[in-house]
Each structure stands twice: as structure tokens, then as C-alpha cells.
């Protein structure tokens, strides 16, 4: 299988940004981290992230050793992190893109 | 290190030597933009206003255009019954010691009259300008600012770090550098504030910030894109603290608006938000060619745009360098990219190694060299309606919202 990684910025976040595109299994983890691997239980995206612990509903997102969101349904270690689950403290707007491709589904083109 | 600026009357050394023709209306677009590309030289470049009404932010961004260092001549073309003032404009120019003619199309008697017209002054006005003074510059003589835009997972990883050092090393031998997008450093007010060079400036950010994070509520869009989502980013908070590492490590010197030189050298942050009006002007961030222009306002030389996901724009008036951090973009389009910062992702290249690349490129385009935007001939620009007040303005009532 071809080589998996993630970067983990800072020792407190709890995700991880995939710098390949990761299908489920092992991905070496660089960066700031204690553990050297991360089981990735679905595809993940180049880009993307990944869950390194499992997080609860409204529990913080932690990236660069900032909040940068919260989760909006439990989240299960390994689990890709994106729109679906996590939402911004400040904007709303967001939370209805599409979660593949960002197009906005608020205006009708008709 | 040192090359060959172009001195001006007031002191300022320029980089390059341009004539920009301005429109002062729509009316007057055509006609301007006609002038520009017949002449056929990568020294004439067109920007312009196209509302009949005029604006003050406008006027004086115009304005800051033709005292820019990189500028050696103008030409203002009206239509003739329109609010701003061709003639003024010109006449700030013949201030400014640099060549300058204007003129408007009612009077010369329509479109080929007028473009016919215009090129021979844009075509005697290359000739005198063969004749501006030189001087010798070197790093400490530059003013750099920076933006993001179509940025992606590596903006915050790569791209905006490398500038975040570059920015260091430029303010460390006495150069300025400017950075923007207040509204991409949403929760980010601990991290700016710490940065502040007094109790002033201080207050100066808190209120920039408060003001720019209600600007985005009550105008209900952040400063994102679907293609940011689409490249990994999930949230304006993630953007902002990727986007804020471009301002490297040094304290930030205080607030500028637009058009309004930094006093001195060192890192200086531009609010690009619009102030309370009953008009309610814009949008935040419109697009990423209105931040170039409102940093080359404040007498950028050079602008750097970092991306992820690819942008091909330029700017007028000052070159355009595009760095991103994401080497598929990089390859993918090469003819458009000025500096690969992917390299630090991958481990060719350190961090240090990284930011000493980009000196070294600067000083290149300082001296002449062209970016890719310039010669494939991106030269936009984008000057919209906008209220700002000409300085910052804290008022004595004012309480930060979180301290």
C-alpha cells in the first residue's frame, strides 16, 4: 500500500491534516506527536483531517493549539473531519456548503 | 545588496517606472483600456472607477496610486460629465514631479479622437520617462505586503510560514512589511494583541478586530470560499490561524487604513474593512485583487499573493509574486507560480532555506526581473465603492469586547 501520512501542528490537537490521500488503515503521523500512527478507519482526502482521539458532541476541535471549531456529533478516533461533523463558533453560512466540494446550496441557479 | 530604483520628487524610490492610465467612470472604461493596450508595453497599465457617483475612499486610493514610488506617469481620461475630476488627478501627478496629462471625451470629440490622442501622450510620455533619475536602494528601501487567497490545507502549513519567516529577515534588516485580512483572524484576538509594540497599538488592534468581526455577523459571510472547503479547510477559525502565520514573529507597529504610509519601518497590520456608514458599503473581502490594491496603497512595492489551490492574478501598479505551498499546484501551473514553498512539506528544503529562496527572488524582481503575472500580462485591479475612515479612530468610549 502506498506510504499514508498525517501532520499533527502542536502537542494539544486532537486532529491531524492528511498530506496524502488516506484509505482505512495505518498512516505515520508526523509533527508534534506522542504516538508515531494513526489508524485511519475510512478515506480521508489529501488536505483533510483525521480524528486522533475520539471527540464528544460541542467538544472542541483543536488545530495549531487553537479551538478552530466544534464537533456536532460524536466523533470516533480515525474518522475523517470535516463539515459533516464539525462547525464553526462564528460563521453559519458554512455549515450548509457541500461537504465534497464547498459549492454553496443557499442560492438557487434557476 | 543593492540595485537601480527610480527616484522620486519626494524622496520615495520606486522599483519600476509606469504610466497608468485612469478611467474616472465607467463611461470612460473603453476608451482607457483601448489607450493601454495598443500601446502595447508592459509599462503602460489601466486601472480606473467606474461609478459616475463618486467615493472618498475611491478618490483618495486613486490618489495613493499616483504618488506610488513604482508610477512615473499618468494619464486621466473622463468622459466629461462625471463627479471625479481627470484634471485633479492630474495635477497630483504634476505635484508629484512625474509626467501627467488628462483629458475628456466629450471634448476631444469621441472614442478614436480620444484613443488616437492618448497614444501619442502615453507614446511621448515613455519617450521623457527613458530620463527619470536613478538611485541606488537595497532591502531596508522595501515596502512588501501580503495576502492570501484560494487558499488551501497547505496556506497555513507551508506557503503563509515561509512568508511568516521571510517577513522576519525583511523587518530584522529594516525593511517594511505589511499584512491584512483582519477579517481571517477570526478568534484569533489573544494572538494579535500579545504582538502589539505598545498599550496604543493595542487598543488600535482590539477595536480593528471587534469592528471587523461584526462587520462579517451583520453582513453574515466570513472571508471563505468553496474551494477552500473543498481543499480540506473546514472552518473560518482554521483559515484565520493558517492565514495569521504570515505575519512571522516581529511586534506589530500599529493599524494602518487605506492610502496611509507606514510611519517608519517594521510590521505593520492593514485594516481593509469597511467603517460604519449609513451606506453600508461591500462585502468582506470581495476578491483578492482589492486587498493588493489597498496594500499597494500604502506604498507596497511588491505584493505577495500565497495560494493553495492556484491563482493566476497580477496586479497594477506594483508586480504581483505568487508563492504557494502546495507543490501540485506548483507543477500544475508553473507558468503562473513565482515560488514554491511546497518544498518544506516534502523535506527538499528547511524552513530557513525556504525564506532565504524568497530574498533572494524578491531582490530579483526588485532589481527588474519580471514575476510571471507581469510577463503574461495579468495586470488587474479593483476599486470598488467603500467607506474607511483616513486614520484609525478608537473612540474614548470604546471597551474591548472580550477584555
Not at chain 2, 527572488?361 to 485591479?381: C, M, P, Q, R
Request: aromatic share 8%; proline share 3%.
Amino acid at each position: 500500500m502506498k506510504k499514508q501520512v498525517a501532520f499533527k501542528i502542536e502537542i494539544e490537537d486532537n486532529v491531524a491534516t492528511a498530506l496524502t490521500d488516506i484509505k482505512p488503515g495505518a498512516a505515520k503521523l508526523r509533527g508534534d506527536s506522542e504516538i508515531k500512527e494513526i489508524d485511519a478507519v475510512e478515506n480521508i482526502k489529501k488536505g483533510h483531517k483525521i480524528a486522533l482521539v475520539d471527540i464528544k458532541k460541542d467538544e472542541p476541535i483543536k488545530k495549531y493549539g487553537i479551538v478552530i471549531g466544534a464537533a456536532t456529533k460524536e466523533i470516533n478516533k480515525g474518522q475523517w473531519v470535516h463539515l459533516h461533523c464539525m462547525r464553526s463558533l462564528y460563521d453559519e453560512r458554512s455549515s450548509h456548503l457541500d461537504v465534497e466540494t464547498g459549492v454553496p446550496k443557499d442560492i438557487k441557479y434557476e | 545588496m543593492e540595485w537601480e530604483g527610480f527616484y522620486r520628487k519626494n524622496g520615495q524610490i520606486g522599483i519600476r517606472n509606469r504610466i497608468i492610465v485612469i478611467y474616472t467612470v465607467e463611461c470612460s472604461s473603453f476608451v482607457a483600456k483601448e489607450i493601454t493596450r495598443l500601446s502595447n508595453n508592459l509599462d503602460v497599465e489601466c486601472i480606473g472607477f467606474s461609478g459616475c457617483t463618486d467615493n472618498e475612499y475611491a478618490v483618495r486610493l486613486l490618489i495613493s496610486l499616483i504618488r506610488h514610488p513604482n508610477i512615473g506617469g499618468v494619464l486621466a481620461v473622463g468622459l466629461g460629465c462625471e463627479y471625479i475630476q481627470p484634471e485633479w488627478l492630474a495635477d497630483i501627478a504634476a505635484e508629484e514631479g512625474k509626467e501627467h496629462k488628462w483629458m475628456f471625451i466629450q471634448e476631444e470629440g469621441g472614442t478614436k479622437k480620444s484613443i488616437n490622442k492618448g497614444l501619442s501622450i502615453v507614446e511621448k510620455m515613455l519617450k521623457d520617462l527613458e530620463k527619470t533619475e536613478r538611485k541606488k536602494m537595497g532591502i531596508s528601501d522595501l515596502i512588501i505586503g501580503a495576502e492570501c487567497g484560494g487558499s488551501d490545507y497547505t496556506s497555513g502549513l507551508a506557503g503563509n510560514v515561509v512568508v511568516g519567516r521571510f517577513f522576519d529577515r525583511l523587518v530584522s534588516q529594516g525593511g517594511t512589511a505589511i499584512f491584512e485580512e483582519i477579517v481571517e483572524a477570526v478568534g484569533l484576538i489573544d494572538l494579535l494583541r500579545e504582538r502589539a509594540v505598545d498599550e496604543e497599538v493595542k487598543k488600535e488592534i482590539e477595536y480593528t478586530y471587534d469592528k471587523a468581526l461584526k462587520y462579517c455577523k451583520s453582513v453574515r459571510q466570513y472571508s471563505v470560499s468553496p474551494g477552500n472547503f473543498a481543499g480540506g479547510l473546514t472552518t473560518i477559525e482554521e483559515k484565520s490561524m493558517g492565514a495569521f502565520v504570515k505575519s512571522g514573529t516581529k511586534d506589530i507597529e500599529g493599524v494602518l487604513k487605506i492610502a496611509q504610509r507606514p510611519e517608519h519601518s517594521g510590521l505593520w497590520l492593514l485594516d481593509s474593512t469597511p467603517d460604519p456608514h449609513w451606506m453600508q458599503f461591500g462585502i468582506t473581502n470581495p476578491n483578492d485583487n482589492e486587498g493588493l490594491m489597498d496594500l499597494i496603497s500604502c506604498g507596497s512595492h511588491i505584493v505577495f499573493l500565497v495560494t493553495g489551490r492556484g491563482s493566476v492574478v497580477g496586479s497594477a501598479v506594483s508586480p504581483c509574486l505568487k508563492i504557494t505551498g502546495n507543490s501540485d499546484t506548483y507543477q500544475n501551473m508553473k507558468d503562473d507560480m513565482d515560488f514554491n514553498a511546497g518544498n518544506v512539506l516534502t523535506g527538499k528544503k528547511t524552513l530557513s532555506e525556504s525564506a532565504e529562496a524568497l530574498e533572494e527572488l524578491v531582490i530579483n524582481i526588485a532589481s527588474g526581473g519580471l514575476t510571471k503575472s507581469e510577463d503574461l500580462g495579468h495586470k488587474e485591479y479593483f476599486i470598488p465603492y467603500k467607506y474607511q475612515d483616513k486614520k484609525v479612530n478608537v473612540p474614548s468610549n470604546y471597551k474591548c469586547d472580550k477584555y
